[in-house]
């Protein structure tokens, strides 16, 4: 496993820590499961926008008629 250091800003790591607290697990916990939701989500937010991109590049005839009408 990797070690890692960040800087936080003290109001950032101060919520961290309420948060964390609040749901009885450590920072350390908190940053992992939010960075892995984090990651997961903006992989799929590339996923759906690389298929929009081709679903326009495809269709770009018939997008153009329909703005126009």
Do not use: C, G, W
């Not at 009885?24 to 939701?37: F, K, M, Y």
């Not at 997961?40 to 996923?47: C, F, G, I, L, P």
């Amino acid at each position: 496993m990797a070690t890692l250091s960040v800087r936080l800003p003290d109001e950032l790591s101060e919520r961290l820590t309420a948060y964390s607290r609040s749901k009885h697990s450590s920072a350390n916990s908190t940053i992992i499961h939010a960075l892995d939701r984090f990651l997961t989500e903006e992989a799929q937010a590339d996923v759906v926008a690389t298929a929009a991109d081709e679903v326009f590049a495809r269709r770009a005839e018939l997008f153009d008629r329909l703005a126009d009408t």
